[in-house]
């Protein structure tokens, strides 16, 4: 079984070498979500997929003692979402399904501050993010040829990385661009085969013809290049490129991305968007509590992270509330809504005047693309990619390191921290956040 084999493969390193681990989980959700259709839902997987990185993450966070005084904003949220699970879950199994898997991505940030103090995670995740890029799409292209997975049309399939899943796809080409021009010292081989896969990336986003995919993206690099002008003229001619290949290359996935497009007409025509099921959640929401004039449910909100009953009275099908925004304010109620955004502006706000000047060039984008993808969702419950932006975010907004010791200093910061959990005073880095 893959996913058993895969859960085994991450309690291992964790045992192993717990320096390997949180780059490991990253990589693990993604690759768990690959194969999960593969199998019947089935509450072994249920609990593989949650319980195990849910455990691994807190034993994780007790030995290195990663939560402090100034995450108490983080223990108040985790109280009330654990009061709601008790006192106003919906479905048992799909709002525990959903708040754990909440839990893992908000514990990732509180982790990536703690790693931040110690280690240059982006620069280490490198290696990572090139098995993802490779990867991803490899697994889309063995979907099309072999004819599994689940998609808007026939004529596409992106395997079981459907909907948000394939948000993880614009993170990882965004981090593989940012490494080729940062990163002058890898060989002109490997920055050969990173632009290969970027551009196959490219193609397949162009297929899929996700609005958010490609709005992530795009996002992210236009505030990145504002952000590094000394760069302007790299990121120009790696764009330039890379759409000259597109173009070069049209006629290779033509066929596909026309066929798309006929069966996804409703994206290209922006009458339609005023039907677009995101607004009219927004307007059944409003409507809802008008009827209802129920202020508990205002207040503290409805069923817990499962909103199908809702789907189906409005849409007339299981369909759940899309939104991040929409799912917090109806789920937790304006209570809940409160706390997220103390949550929120806790951790990606308050401070920010102390990013270090270099960091503050990808912090950025990547908060960007957070914002981008809490309209559309659904970061509530996918662990594809959701973790992975918490702690990119964390990780940067808290790092200390300047290049030169990061690079210099790098594994006598490494041993001190795994053995003590703090980086005060030690050799190789300028200053510590506190």
């Known amino acids: 079984m893959i996913l058993i084999a895969l859960s085994l493969l991450l309690v291992i390193i964790f045992f192993y070498d717990i320096k390997l681990f949180v780059p490991s989980l990253l990589v693990y959700f993604v690759f768990f979500d690959m194969f999960d259709g593969f199998y019947e839902e089935n509450k072994i997987y249920s609990a593989i997929r949650y319980l195990i990185p849910l455990a691994l993450i807190a034993f994780y966070m007790m030995r290195f003692d990663v939560l402090k005084k100034s995450d108490f904003i983080f223990l108040i949220l985790t109280v009330y979402l654990v009061f709601l699970w008790i006192v106003n879950s919906g479905d048992i199994l799909v709002s525990s399904r959903n708040l754990m898997a909440l839990f893992i991505t908000l514990l990732l940030i509180p982790v990536g501050k703690h790693l931040g103090r110690s280690v240059d995670f982006v620069q280490e995740f490198e290696k990572y993010n090139r098995v993802l890029l490779i990867a991803l799409p490899l697994y889309i292209i063995s979907a099309n040829v072999f004819n599994f997975g689940e998609s808007y049309t026939d004529e596409f399939s992106t395997g079981f990385l459907i909907t948000s899943r394939m948000y993880v796809v614009p993170i990882v080409v965004f981090l593989a661009i940012h490494y ?148 917090i304010f109806f789920s937790t109620g304006i209570i809940g809504v409160i706390l997220f955004s103390m949550f929120f502006l806790h951790y990606f706000y ?85």
């Open 180 to 327: 080729i021009i940062t990163n002058k010292e890898r060989s002109w081989l490997i920055k050969a085969t990173d632009a290969s896969f970027i551009l196959l990336n490219l193609c397949l986003l162009l297929i899929n013809t996700r609005r958010t995919t490609l709005g992530m993206l795009l996002g992210a690099l236009f505030v990145y290049t504002l952000l590094n002008r000394k760069i302007i003229f790299q990121m120009v001619m790696l764009v330039f490129v890379l759409v000259a290949t597109l173009v070069f290359t049209y006629p290779l996935y033509e066929a596909k991305l026309t066929a798309q497009l006929e069966k996804r007409e409703r994206i290209q025509n922006l009458d339609t968007y005023e039907e677009e099921g995101r607004v009219l959640e927004t307007l059944y929401i409003m409507d809802y509590h008008q009827k209802r004039e129920n202020l508990a449910e205002l207040l503290c909100g409805v069923k817990l992270f499962d909103t199908y009953e809702f789907g189906a009275k409005y849409f007339g099908r299981g369909r759940p509330i899309h939104s991040d925004i929409n799912m």
């Open 350 to 434: 308050s401070g920010n005047r102390r990013i270090l000047h270099h960091n503050r060039k990808l912090y950025y984008p990547l908060l960007i693309v957070f914002l981008m993808v809490l309209l559309p969702g659904r970061f509530i419950g996918t662990l594809t990619y959701a973790p992975l932006l918490m702690l990119l975010l964390s990780s940067i907004k808290y790092c200390r390191l300047q290049p030169e010791a990061a690079k210099t200093g790098k594994e006598e910061a490494e041993g001190h921290y795994y053995q003590s959990g703090t980086l005060e005073n030690t050799p190789g880095t300028k200053a510590v956040y506190s």
